[in-house]
Structure formats: structure tokens, C-alpha cells
């Protein structure tokens, strides 16, 4: 069922309904701003991630500030952000089943579209598909560069797969998908640069053996939020996809510099607003927003600009609230910024985002690939 707005333009934050997913606009353009002023100077381009924000608004505003396009990692999402009019996305992941397969091809007829694959029976389905529609299909190897999870072996193994492509008249090789998840979260900049060193070889040694035979790398694409700058100094790899940038939540905000300082330097963005609704305990007070509201998996959500108040516990609907003096005690009825753990998965959870500048409701933008699990 599709929520109702939690909010109108023009009200009081304080009057929003809760639990709401709240973007605060200026803090949101800033982030846009300053990836754009990062990347520029290296030359390599930006193909922002859509899995975190599943936007086709912010997607164009990605755009207007020199992304090429987007990734996705559904097929789902793919088609929000195609019907909604991105020119350019990248399916940053394996898609199996001839249904989605036929649904991906035909999304070429209005965008430029790519997938992932690391499997030559993979391959051969994208080109059955592919035939079927009359389209040629854009196909990138996936290559494993540590995090052991999708992905064929680097080198020859990777290299014997692009040629399977290119030797298709149904497909076009598009280059290698070379993404390192768990790097992003690693909270020291050695085992980022180790990791991500890691990564950066592999690559090259895959495109230099593509290079000795006849393939070249349209896209050597990977990266994100936690390391984006260490890829693009690589030399190597030519697209970024960071996604989280956008938004940014408590778990990116624990990666530290070399002076243990927390090393980014975008804003935090995403809000979960929510209410107290209940303080009949000292110390304790209950929020309307638990597991259903915000993610977890990275870690409790914090409370924005109140340190003596820590968010401590999740229930289905119920967040537990504690603080340690009464002067710090929030009150019934009162509204709290909370900041996600994972800002991803917790977008996922609202049909709306609501857009914030100065304490005023400004726009209301839909969630619009929400639920996009196909």
C-alpha cells in the first residue's frame, strides 16, 4: 500500500508526520556540489549509484552536475529510472532468468542500458535475449577483486569471458565491473588503500591482457563512497560508482583519516524523523521508529545533534531511547533527527522523501523504485 505524504510544502518540520524519511536540501546539494568539485580534477567520470536513493529525481540532479548516468544493481530499478528518463544506467550486477532478461532489453529502446556478467552461461542468456529482442546487449565482466562474493577470476579467466562477448553480434563488450563492497567500510586508511591496492592490480593486469587482445575497456568501473579517491588516482579505473555521498549515514561516518579524525567530508543529509511516544520511565523515552523505520544491520541509528541522547534499542515499531540527566530528557510529542546506520536499505523502507531547508517543508520527491527486489 502507498503511503500517504507525511507532509505538505510549506509546514513546520515539527509538523511533519512520523516516521518520515527526511532530506535536508541544503546539506543534500552540498554533498552533489562536492562530489562533482572532487572528481573533476582527476577526469574520471561519475556514474552515481541509484540503489541507495532509487530516485529518478535525484538521479537527473546527479546528472546536471556531470554524472554520466547511473547504476542499479535490479532490473526494477532500471526501469524506474529509464520510464523516468536517465539516458545512461548500468545494471552493476548479474541478472538471471529469461523474464528479466527480456525486460532489460527492451529497456534499450528508450535508454542506453548495460548488465554484469561472470559466467559464460550468463553470457549466453543475455544473448538469447538480446536476439530475441532485435537489440544488442552492453556486457561487462565482472571480476573478483576480494570481496569474494559475485565475479570471475581476474586475468585469463576474465579475458577468455570478454572474448566470448565480443565475439557475439548480439553483444557489445563494455569493459569490467570491479567493485570492492567491504572496503568502503574498513576504518583506517591502510586497510582502505590495502584493499583497494588489491583491486587496482587485478584490474589493470585484466585490461592490460584484454589490451594484448584487441579489447578495450569502455568502463573500468567500481568504487565507492569510502574510497572513491583512491580509485580515481588509480589510473586505472575510469568510472566511479559511489552512491551513499548523497546522503551519507552513521556507519560511513566512522572512517577515519591518518589523525583518527573521521574522514569524509560530505554531510550527513538523511533523516529519519520520528516522534516520542512515550517517557514514562527516568532515563527512557520510546520513539515511533524502530526496525521498520530505519535499518540496522550497520549498526543503531544516532541522534542528530544530541549526544546525550543514544538511540540503544529496536523493536518492530518502537526505538528506545536513553539519557543520562533529566535537563537532556526529550519530551512527549517531541520530534528527533535520526541518522541510519545504513542510509540504503532504510530509503527502501518509505514511499516518500521529504525535502527540508531552514525548519520549511520544501517538496515531497516519491521513493519511486521502492520495493524494486526483481
Known amino acids: 500500500m502507498l503511503q500517504s505524504p507525511p507532509a505538505i510544502p510549506g509546514m513546520r518540520e515539527d509538523e511533519i508526520d512520523t516516521p518520515a524519511l527526511v532530506i ?32 529518478p529525481v535525484i538521479a ?11 547504476c542499479v544493481q535490479k532490473v526494477a530499478e532500471a526501469e524506474i529510472l529509464a520510464w523516468g528518463g536517465v539516458p545512461d544506467i548500468l545494471v552493476s550486477n548479474e ?38 529482442s532485435g537489440m544488442r546487449m552492453t556486457v561487462l565482466v565482472e571480476i573478483d577483486v576480494g570481496a569474494a562474493r559475485c565475479g570471475i577470476n581476474a586475468g585469463p579467466e576474465a579475458v577468455a569471458l570478454a572474448q566470448r562477448i565480443a565475439g557475439s553480434k548480439h553483444l557489445i563488450f563494455g569493459g569490467i565491473q570491479a567493485y570492492h563492497g567491504s572496503a568502503q567500510h574498513k576504518r583506517t586508511p591502510e586497510e582502505r588503500r590495502v584493499l583497494v591496492g588489491n583491486a587496482v592490480d587485478a584490474s589493470r593486469r585484466t585490461v592490460e591482457q584484454l589490451k594484448q587482445q584487441g579489447l578495450s575497456c569502455a568502463i573500468v568501473g567500481g568504487a565507492g563512497t569510502g574510497t572513491f579517491q583512491i580509485e580515481a588516482a588509480s589510473g586505472i579505473y575510469n568510472e566511479m560508482q559511489a552512491g551513499s555521498y548523497v546522503f551519507m549515514d552513521a556507519d560511513y561516518a566512522r572512517n577515519l583519516d591518518e589523525s583518527g579524525a573521521p574522514v569524509s567530508t560530505f554531510r550527513h543529509a ?95 520527491w516519491p521513493v519511486a523504485a521502492r520495493g524494486g527486489l526483481n
Open 24 to 55: 535536508d536540501l541544503d546539506a543534500f546539494e552540498y554533498n552533489l556540489d562536492h562530489m562533482a568539485g572532487l572528481l573533476a580534477p582527476t577526469g574520471v567520470r561519475l556514474r552515481a549509484h541509484a540503489k541507495t536513493h532509487k530516485s
Open 60 to 70: 537527473h540532479m546527479q546528472i546536471a552536475r556531470g554524472a554520466v548516468g547511473n
Open 95 to 132: 541478472v538471471v532468468g529469461a523474464a528479466k532478461l527480456a525486460r532489460l532489453c527492451a529497456l534499450n529502446r528508450i535508454a542506453k542500458v548495460a548488465v554484469c556478467a561472470d559466467d559464460a552461461e550468463q553470457v549466453a542468456a543475455i544473448e538469447a535475449a538480446a536476439e530475441a
Open 270 to 364: 538523511l533523516f529519519v524523523l520520528s516522534t516520542v511516544m512515550s517517557a514514562v520511565r527516568p532515563g527512557i523515552a520510546v520513539l515511533d521508529a524502530g526496525h521498520k523505520a530505519v535499518a540496522v544491520d550497520s549498526g543503531l541509528p544516532t541522534v542528530w545533534q544530541r549526544p546525550e541522547v543514544r538511540y540503544t534499542g529496536a523493536s518492530d515499531e518502537h526505538g528506545k531511547i536513553e539519557f543520562g540527566s533529566e535537563t537532556a530528557s526529550p519530551k512527549l510529542g517531541e520530534k528527533l533527527r535520526l541518522v541510519p546506520g545504513h542510509c540504503d536499505p532504510t530509503v527502501d523502507k518509505f514511499d516518500w522523501y521529504v525535502g527540508v531547508r531552514g525548519g520549511r517543508v520544501e517538496c515531497l
